[in-house]
């Protein structure tokens, strides 16, 4: 006899098996209604009555009085049915409701109670079947009493088999079928209750592989990755991946059980190494948003936990639970994860950023955490050089050294900023501009620090080095600080310093001098220099009265600016990181953490962070130890304040001829930020006097500027 060609095949015969019970059924049910009633149904009768007195307490009217000829008809057609199962051939792969029995460990009249179910699904004569065989027209899907009753030999059989649908059974458990309300009362007796196939489950049963709709919002099903072997990592660290797939995931079968931890920064390929691992099976993967689901009800998050293991199951596809460590903190909701996942069959693949190591035994599964390193400078300039070509494939790309060098970046971040720039280069120019070196500095800065708007202030880069006027070591240790980030991978990665050090990569300063010296304007001037974003810090919004926040804000500020490399820059820090001061109380006790945090922080950052003083002997000692520079920004002298009144004053300012700047830089002591004050109000006096720029507004400008900065007023300086 021929095997089943398809799943549909079997289905149809097992139906047809329902078929003979049913029809059995209705026969006897016929022969003990007597004669016809117009309103059979709808209205009981004083005769229905006293037969129901007559018939004992449980046992239907169907037993013992079997057709003679359907107890042959059933077993020649179940010995059909497994005849062709043995040699069936589906060109897809396993019969679909065999492997559903195997998946959830039903049992053989599991699958019978689900064919009852699934029959209105497939044709809708089984409404009328179930109505008439329940005597009611309204009743048109089966009763949990219906069900066992076609199903079971005696009231003993019965008992038994109402126990497939207690919630602990595969059928109420694996949520394949449902119960449902058929009677008075919200809680019908359970005999009452109609049972529905889920609709996912009968969707599958009849050939669909389109996901439970009840889950777009938080998965999607994935197909093989590219091979791990073409990954952009570390070479010792892809074969050690190399050699856990090999043995996990041998092609045409599936190894152990096992769950990965995979730790990483977003984008360093965690979900692409996971989905390459199964690429040798050519297997799919369910990827879920672990961040959709924390802060669920743990009744809510269990149901959907459910559906996605199911899922998962279903199509034979690994799991992916991506930011797996938001849910590390919702501990009733961690307990329902790892009682589920201790079922589940397929291999596991969790990702997140924290270090993190399970503390139970996961029922005989394996566990391995891999964390993921970051990108060395030439893994970040060949993806660069990936992503472009992609993007644009035969075109002259532009250097990507720079950008290698100057952001941080992981592969998935490389690659969402080169489709940046293409979309930037295609604005610019529709009839098919080349992406310029322009474009992917722009593309990364919007790639960058999305979320640093919440505690900082952007500034952008407007100032040029021949803006400033400054003491000549002072300019000579600020262009240092450009050579720090432009030779970062020569002197760590090939020179090998990286093995001596073991705190970040980043370039941590102190400028210090009175306001107005330019500690804000060298900063600009470098993170132009660089090409990188400049953010200055609210130091409002990041200190919280509230123990553990500010640690919470540094933490969120240092990782948003992590991947660019964007400047971090504390203005007025010693008014909140000075020195730690004796504990008296607990608030004394938590600024000093506070002050430990940030400097924890700021060697763990491998960027740029500036902490900005006016009095820098009001800083913690451990800061100024473990600066890489510290910049003094004194008040200029004369021949300076000359050079600044110089460049201050634009050269399409109208100027009266008797303007004396050397006088102004003589007489007043004052720094660049009063000098620029001070040009920029005499300029809104001329122009309001349709005037020139001469002696008489300057001096008034500087009166007022006087008189903000608290200063004593000598007319005799302005004479």
Not at 595 to 624: C, P, R, W
Request: proline share 5%; glycine share 8%; net charge neutral.
């Amino acid at each position: 006899m021929n095997g089943y060609h398809t799943s549909l095949e079997h289905m149809m015969d097992e139906l047809a098996l329902l078929d003979i019970r049913i029809r059995e059924m209705a026969a006897l049910a016929e022969k003990g209604r007597g004669k016809e009633e117009p309103f059979r149904g709808l209205a009981i009768s004083p005769s229905e009555v006293e037969a129901l007195f007559r018939r004992p307490p449980g046992p239907p009217r169907a037993w013992g009085k079997r057709e003679a000829g359907s107890a042959p008809r059933i077993k020649a057609l179940k010995g059909r049915i497994e005849d062709r199962k043995s040699g069936a051939r589906p060109a897809n792969g396993d019969l679909r409701l065999e492997r559903l029995a195997r998946l959830f460990d039903l049992t053989r009249r599991d699958v019978e109670i689900l064919l009852i179910a699934l029959a209105p699904e497939v044709d809708p004569r089984y409404e009328t079947f179930y109505a008439f065989l329940q005597d009611d027209v309204t009743r048109k899907f089966p009763s949990v009493d219906l069900a066992l009753n076609l199903l079971s030999s005696s009231l003993d059989d019965k008992i038994r088999l109402r126990r497939r649908f207690e919630p602990g059974a595969p059928l109420m458990k694996k949520r394949l079928l449902s119960l449902h309300g058929d009677g008075p009362g919200p809680h019908p007796p359970l005999l009452r209750r109609h049972i529905k196939i889920d609709d996912r489950v009968a969707s599958y049963l009849l050939g669909s592989d389109e996901m439970d709709s009840r889950l777009f919002h938080c998965a999607v099903m994935e197909g093989p990755g590219a091979p791990l072997g073409d990954m952009i990592l570390p070479e010792s660290f892809k074969d050690r991946l190399l050699g856990l797939s090999e043995k996990n995931f041998p092609p045409g079968r599936s190894g152990p059980g096992i769950v990965f931890y995979f730790q990483g920064r977003p984008g360093s390929g965690r979900k692409s190494a996971a989905l390459g691992m199964r690429e040798r099976q050519g297997g799919k993967t369910l990827s879920v948003d672990g961040r959709a689901l924390s802060g669920k009800e743990p009744k809510d998050f269990a149901f959907v936990l459910d559906l996605i293991l199911r899922e998962a199951g279903l199509q034979d596809a690994a799991l992916c639970w991506r930011d797996f460590d938001a849910l590390l903190k919702e501990e009733r909701a961690l307990k329902v994860f790892w009682t589920e996942l201790a079922c589940f069959k397929g291999p596991v693949f969790l990702t997140g950023e924290a270090t993190w190591e399970p503390r139970r035994d996961f029922g005989g599964l394996s566990f391995v955490r891999a964390k993921f390193p970051d990108l060395t400078f030439q893994d970040r300039k060949t993806l660069w050089e990936r992503a472009l070509e992609e993007k644009a494939p035969g075109v002259p790309a532009p250097d990507t050294a720079d950008l290698a060098e100057k952001f941080l970046f992981t592969g998935g971040r490389i690659k969402d900023a080169a489709a940046t720039a293409a979309d930037r280069a295609l604005w610019r120019d529709p009839r098919g501009a080349a992406i310029s070196l322009q474009d992917l500095l722009a593309a990364c800065r919007l790639q960058s620090n999305r979320n640093l708007g919440e505690l900082a202030r952007k500034i952008k880069p407007h100032h040029k080095w021949k803006d400033i006027i400054l003491p000549e070591e002072s300019a000579r240790q600020l262009k240092e600080i450009c050579d720090y980030v432009r030779r970062r991978s020569t002197v760590y990665e090939k020179w090998g310093f990286e093995e001596k050090i073991s705190s970040g990569r980043g370039v941590n300063v102190i400028f210090s001098g009175p306001s107005g010296t330019g500690k804000t304007m060298s900063a600009d001037i470098i993170a132009g220099e660089l090409g990188v974003d400049l953010y200055k810090v609210d130091l409002s919004a990041v200190v919280s009265k509230y123990i553990g926040e500010t640690e919470k804000n540094l933490s969120k500020i240092f990782a948003e600016a992590r991947d660019s490399n964007a400047i971090l820059f504390f203005d007025e820090a010693d008014a909140i990181f000075g020195k730690r001061s004796e504990v008296n109380d607990a608030r004394d006790r938590y600024a000093n953490i506070e002050t430990g945090y940030l400097l924890q922080k700021m060697e763990e950052h491998s960027g740029i962070v500036i902490m900005a003083t006016n009095f820098i002997q009001n800083m913690d000692e451990a800061f100024a130890r473990r600066m890489d520079f510290t910049i003094d920004f004194p008040a200029p002298e004369k021949k300076d304040r000359l050079r600044i009144w110089e460049r201050m004053m634009p050269e399409r300012t109208p100027k009266d001829e008797n303007l004396d700047f050397g006088l102004m830089a003589e007489r007043f002591e004052i720094t660049g930020g009063n000098i620029k004050n001070i040009a920029l109000g005499s300029a809104f006096l001329a122009a309001g006097n349709g005037g020139k720029v001469g002696m008489d507004g300057l001096f008034h400008a500087t009166r007022r500027e006087y008189r903000k900065m608290g200063r004593i007023v000598m007319e005799s300086d302005f004479t």
